[in-house]
């Protein structure tokens, strides 16, 4: 054995037909919410399909915007933050609890992840509102970000998460995806960017500089054209390297 574990975990509930291929292969799923993808039916069928396999279940907040996808950052207050986020998180829970399912993490979508994973006094409200409704549920955030922080500082516990399927800047962040090269399109870069961030607790930037960074969680974006396939890859590696597939906690 390696000793080495991670979380391999994806964004679902987003109308996509390839959940039920990929969750043999994941330890966390993050289900939308409803507001930039899905519907009740659309989160029981992935809560559903999480338990029969044994996939750990995360709510998937947003922005209320469905004609973007979630990924257009909007100017609401704090207050708002809060209250967009609670009331996601209980419509998630109602529908959640019936089916015998614990709630285990909170990851933000979209540029609502990405605005609190920059944003100290959002990343707070975030990380409050959340220990308000229940100290013991994981965030999983950007890795060392505001959001990472926050939680920190709160003693809310959290999961820096990196991505296995975007690139990104060296401070950092992720490339925007409205820039070319922001999304991974290779297995082989995508297996050889895990293995970095496992073994050597690196990720080679678009600029081509090595930077540190901590992963407790790897994203796959289940709304990717690739996301069975690298969803499979990446498992198998990990097997390989006899590094095992489970959540933080």
């Known amino acids: 054995m390696s000793g080495l574990s991670i979380d391999i ?15 043999p292969y994941i330890s966390s799923a993050n289900i939308s919410c409803g507001l930039h993808a899905g519907n009740k039916e659309s989160i ?4 559903s399909l999480a338990l029969e396999n044994n996939v750990a279940i995360g709510a998937h907040p947003s922005y209320d915007d469905r004609a973007n996808f979630g990924r257009i950052s909007q100017t609401i207050s704090l207050l ?3 209250e967009l986020i609670a009331a996601q998180y209980y419509e998630f829970e109602k529908i959640a609890i019936p089916l015998g399912a ?8 979209g540029a609502l992840y990405n605005d609190c994973a920059k944003d100290a006094a959002m990343s707070k409200i975030f990380t409050q509102t959340i220990q308000a409704i ?3 549920i994981m965030i999983y955030g950007l890795s060392e970000s505001q959001t990472i922080l926050q939680c920190i500082l709160a003693f809310q516990p959290y999961a820096n998460e990196v991505f296995a399927d975007r690139t990104y800047q060296k401070d950092g962040s992720l490339t925007p995806r409205n820039l070319s090269h922001a999304l991974i399109q290779s297995e082989e870069v995508v297996k ?14 678009l600029q081509g500089v ?3 960074i901590k992963a407790d969680t790897i994203c796959i974006h289940g709304d990717g054209s690739q996301a069975i396939a690298f969803a499979k890859c990446i498992y198998e590696e990990l097997k390989n390297k006899n590094i095992e597939i ?3 906690y």
């Open 210 to 212: 090595d930077i540190p």
């Open 102 to 109: 614990t709630i285990h993490h909170v990851k933000l979508h």
């Open 246 to 248: 489970k959540v933080p």
């Open 80 to 82: 708002e933050l809060a």
């Open 192 to 205: 050889q960017q895990v293995l970095k961030f496992l073994l050597q607790k690196k990720v080679t930037t």
């Open 134 to 136: 229940d100290p013991s």
């Open 44 to 47: 029981k069928k992935t809560i």
């Open 9 to 23: 975990n994806c964004d679902m509930g987003e109308g996509m037909d390839n959940e039920a291929e990929i969750m």
